[in-house]
């Protein structure tokens, strides 16, 4: 493998894999989109034939397997860097710019997306704090390669089963939430650290990162940016008289 980027495509139902170099010669366009707060998503396009087999076997298996799992990796200069990890969940097919050609797009979102299906209200969590809740919770995706990263909160309590026992209200995603919004934490899963693992972050938000470099314009084979937009907005105030 040369020294520059490279991406890796994988689908499949649970344990995905590379896709067929046809697949890769069709792609065209990938767009991930991460965000605090909320799940992440991607979307790839590709351009087929009318008549390609492989508009063909996106539709079939988008019609046998619903939850289609995707997985995008980077790999710069020899280290592999996950984009995406997560399933398909929308298809279409458009006319293309070239008579004979179509436009397939493919929008997914993360992995937090099988949280969300369906709704176990009334599940029972005896005796449990609710760090154990969420570790419960989370090891039924444990054939996804999630991997919990749980920080018990300071203050909780361990519900006595003779005088309450906690339940489950919604989804799995939506109990995670609202035990996180309760305790004053996030949630979230974020891709890798290598292909095929996730790890479902559910603690305190954590605002400090690694240093990133600085932003270079115009500097040659140091430029890491194309543009730079700078707006400001001066308002003039009276000061008072003293």
Known sequence: MLKGIHLTLLAGPVLPFPVPQPVLEALTEVEVTSATGTAGGFQ?????????VLQQAFLVAATQTPLMRVILVAT???IPHVLMDGVITNQEISSGDKPGESTLTITGEDLTKLMDLQSLDGLPYPAMPVNVRVMTILAKYVMFGVIPLVIPPKLFDVPIPTMR????QGTDLNYILDLAKKAGYVFHIEPGPVPGTNTAYWGPQVKVGVPQP?????????????????????TKKDLPIV
């Open 214 to 234: 600085a932003l270079n314009v115009d500097m040659d084979a140091d430029r890491n940016v194309e543009s730079l937009n700078f707006q400001f907005n001066s």
């Open 76 to 78: 710069i200069n020899f």
């Open 165 to 168: 026992i906690p339940s489950q």
């Open 44 to 52: 790839l396009r590709f351009t087929i034939q009318n008549k390609s």
